[in-house]
């Protein structure tokens, strides 16, 4: 009789550390976390946030090990707030993970919100609504037509909150290092961007730039097939 084949099942070692925090996180420090200090073998962080910007709702984070980004309000908190966040992976440097989760406490990082609201005021696709030293309030809206967004609803179907989610969605989803933060409830969505740290609006602006030419391509296509005279 033969020798049996022989088969060695590899395991790896699985990790999951967690970040905890009665006060609220900074988007600059959330985006500084994930553009720069997750760890490379991250193969998943989910949590809910508490985050500074927005620190009456309640939000939950999930990221794919290709940093695939979901930030999704779940409203109004229904209890104290706080953050707990548990990062995923194989092989991890307890120390040194524990070390960079603690840079989500960081308030103290340099402001770019100058040159971030500069891009966005220049750009006719996007209304600035609100700007502070540590993070940007903008909107998406449709430079080609003068209707406004009730008429806009109204006549065409075209709703700029659907809009700007799907900015936002498409943005986060793209793995390049999104970092946007949806403002509800609607009426009047916003997008919530860091504008300090070393990843800011500035650094996601070619991905925010692809994805508003690709969605706002859909409504003026929209616009001129339209026979209804408005």
Same mark, same amino acid.
Request: negative net charge; charged residues 20%; aromatic residues 6%.
């Given at each position: 009789?033969?020798?049996?084949?022989?088969?060695?099942?590899?395991?790896?070692?699985?990790?999951?550390?967690?970040?905890?925090? #009665?006060?609220?996180?900074?988007?600059?420090?959330?985006?500084?976390?994930?553009?720069?200090? /997750?760890?490379?073998?991250?193969?998943?962080?989910?949590?809910?946030?508490?985050?500074?910007?927005?620190?009456?709702?309640?939000?939950?984070?999930?990221?794919?090990? #290709? !940093?695939? @980004?979901?930030?999704?309000?779940?409203?109004?908190?229904?209890?104290?707030?706080?953050?707990?966040?548990?990062? @995923?992976?194989?092989?991890?440097?307890?120390?040194?993970?524990? #070390?960079?989760?603690? =840079?989500?406490?960081?308030?103290?990082?340099?402001?770019?919100?100058?040159?971030?609201?500069?891009?966005?005021?220049?750009?006719?696709?996007?209304?600035?609504?609100?700007?502070?030293?540590?993070? @940007?309030?903008?909107?998406?809206?449709?430079?080609?037509?003068?209707?406004?967004?009730?008429?806009?609803?109204?006549?065409?179907? @075209?709703?700029?909150?659907? /809009?700007?989610?799907?900015?936002?969605?498409?943005?986060?989803?793209?793995?390049?290092?999104?970092?946007?933060?949806?403002?509800?409830?609607?009426?009047?969505?916003? /997008?919530?961007?860091?504008?300090?740290?070393? !990843?800011?609006?500035? =650094?996601?602006?070619?991905?925010?730039?692809?994805?508003?030419?690709?969605?706002?391509?859909?409504?003026?296509?929209?616009?001129?097939?339209?026979?209804?005279?408005?």
């Amino acid at each position: 009789m033969g020798s049996l084949d022989q088969y060695t099942v590899s395991q790896d070692t699985w990790t999951t550390e967690v970040f905890e925090s #009665k006060s609220p996180i900074s988007l600059a420090a959330l985006h500084a976390y994930v553009g720069s200090r /997750l760890p490379p073998t991250t193969l998943r962080a989910k949590g809910i946030l508490y985050i500074q910007e927005d620190p009456t709702h309640r939000y939950v984070f999930q990221l794919s090990g #290709k !940093h695939r @980004i979901q930030v999704v309000s779940t409203g109004v908190w229904p209890c104290a707030p706080s953050t707990q966040l548990a990062v @995923i992976g194989t092989d991890f440097e307890f120390d040194q993970v524990q #070390k960079d989760l603690e =840079t989500l406490s960081q308030n103290d990082l340099a402001s770019d919100a100058l040159a971030c609201a500069d891009l966005v005021r220049a750009d006719d696709r996007f209304e600035l609504v609100h700007v502070t030293a540590s993070h @940007i309030e903008f909107r998406v809206r449709c430079p080609v037509t003068t209707l406004d967004e009730t008429m806009l609803r109204h006549h065409h179907h @075209i709703d700029m909150d659907d /809009l700007n989610e799907q900015l936002g969605v498409a943005v986060n989803l793209a793995g390049g290092g999104g970092g946007l933060v949806l403002s509800l409830p609607r009426p009047d969505v916003a /997008l919530l961007a860091s504008v300090a740290g070393p !990843h800011t609006l500035r =650094t996601m602006w070619p991905l925010i730039d692809l994805h508003a030419t690709k969605i706002l391509h859909v409504v003026r296509r929209k616009l001129a097939e339209c026979m209804c005279g408005f």
